[in-house]
């Protein structure tokens, strides 16, 4: 399981990122290896707002489908139109160009409650 030693991490999870004042989100690469081969994401419009928490986008693969939730409050800025068309990019590169959203904070101070790399590890391993 590879993991991004500069993301926070969610129970659910997603993986958040900062970038200068905004966060990228995408899926871990635990939750890719689950899922199986990624063939349909649907994430949400530019502008949208949500709620920590709060159900973003579905995630479907030839095993399942997933809900997506936020790691933080806050709104949309960027989504990643590369995965409407290819969405095997969440499985060949989680962390890079298989990202999800790129989200404007509402309350920065989230990041702190989320796992770190070594946390989110110990929840996934059991170790």
Known sequence: MKLDANARYTESHEWVRLEGDA???GITDHAQEELSDVVYVELPEVGA???RG???GVIES????SDLYMPVSGEILAVNQELLNSPELVNKDPY???WMIKIKPSNPAEWDSLLTPEEYEKSVTGA
């Open 96 to 98: 890079g160009k298989g």
């Open 49 to 51: 707002s949500f709620n």
């Open 62 to 65: 030839v095993k399942a489908a």
């Open 23 to 25: 966060m990228v989100c």
């Open 54 to 56: 709060d159900q973003f």
